[in-house]
């Protein structure tokens, strides 16, 4: 979890998910929160960037956006259940 003082100091601290009683639930609850919102950030600026260039003049493609990850997740877990290596780029 990541925090900003008063003074302007930005602190980060580190907890622990295996060991129950060493990582209260607000903590993991303000850092996976923390965590969320940076994925939301970066699919922010992906938007932005794939936006910008679908609407410079001349372009002969529009490049598709997809913000749903649920497949992606559960493509992921598969993979690491019976594991195999992550998935790789598919060549278009």
Request: with cysteine; charged share 30%.
């Amino acid at each position: 979890v990541t925090f900003t003082d008063s003074g302007g100091v930005q602190t980060s601290l580190w907890g622990n998910v295996d060991r129950e009683k060493a990582t209260p639930d607000e903590f993991m609850v303000e850092h996976f929160a923390q965590r969320r919102k940076s994925i939301v950030d970066d699919c922010v600026k992906l938007k932005s960037d794939v936006d910008h260039f679908n609407a410079t003049p001349g372009r002969m493609t529009q490049l598709p956006l997809i913000l749903e990850f649920s497949d992606d997740v559960a493509e992921r877990e598969a993979m690491r259940g019976s594991g195999g290596d992550e998935p790789r780029p598919q060549a278009n």
